[in-house]
């Protein structure tokens, strides 16, 4: 691995202001630690060929909307980059929703204050339940996004199950083929 990482509460600038605020206050965010990168390269695969990290060992935060009755509630997935979340099975039916789909980008970009490619499940709005699969945890260290594109954080994939509304799910998603 190629990162230049440094503790993560010691460097604010390299996060999305909600991202910063959460690290601060949660006590899982003591782990975190943070390095720039190449905004043009915040792409899983580009991110990972170029930095040295396993596919395995990134995880995406993906955001899904589900509808029930005219409601639209959200729900934030985390996967392994070698997993895709099963929006249609289990994370439909966990959010109680009839349909599920990936929410409008701009959508998650507004109610976040974190950037496309940058999302993470580290300082979303409250009332988001974070579904975790649980190859997440199992991973000794794993890369997420940090709000912005221009950094990631590493930590401990078990410290994630301990994020205000986590639940860590057997089975959310599937292997990529």
């Keep these: 691995m190629n990162l230049d990482l ?5 460097r604010p600038e390299l996060l999305a202001k909600p991202v910063a605020a959460a690290l601060a206050e949660w006590p899982g965010g003591a782990e975190a630690e943070v390095a720039p990168i190449d905004p043009e390269l915040a792409d899983t695969v580009a991110f990972c060929e170029h930095y ?3 596919l395995p060992e ?3 935060c993906v955001v899904v909307a589900g509808k029930r009755g005219g409601v639209t509630s959200y729900a934030a997935c985390l996967v392994t980059a070698v997993t895709r979340a099963d929006v249609n099975g ?3 039916r ?9 929410a409008p980008l701009d959508d998650v970009v507004a109610a976040t204050g974190m950037e496309f490619g940058g999302i993470t499940p580290v300082g979303l709005p409250d009332e988001w339940p974070i579904l975790i699969d649980s190859r997440v ?6 890369v997420i996004g940090s709000g912005i594109r221009g950094s ?3 930590m401990p994939g078990a410290s994630l199950a301990t994020l205000p ?6 089975g959310l998603a599937n292997p990529v083929s």
């Design 6 to 10: 440094s503790p993560a509460r010691s």
């Design 52 to 54: 040295g990290v396993g």
């Design 58 to 60: 990134s995880a995406n």
């Design 90 to 92: 289990v994370v439909r």
């Design 94 to 102: 966990r959010m109680d929703a009839r349909k599920a789909t990936f």
């Design 137 to 142: 945890v199992e991973q000794p260290h794993v």
């Design 152 to 154: 990631k954080l590493w």
């Design 165 to 170: 509304g986590a639940e860590v799910i057997e």
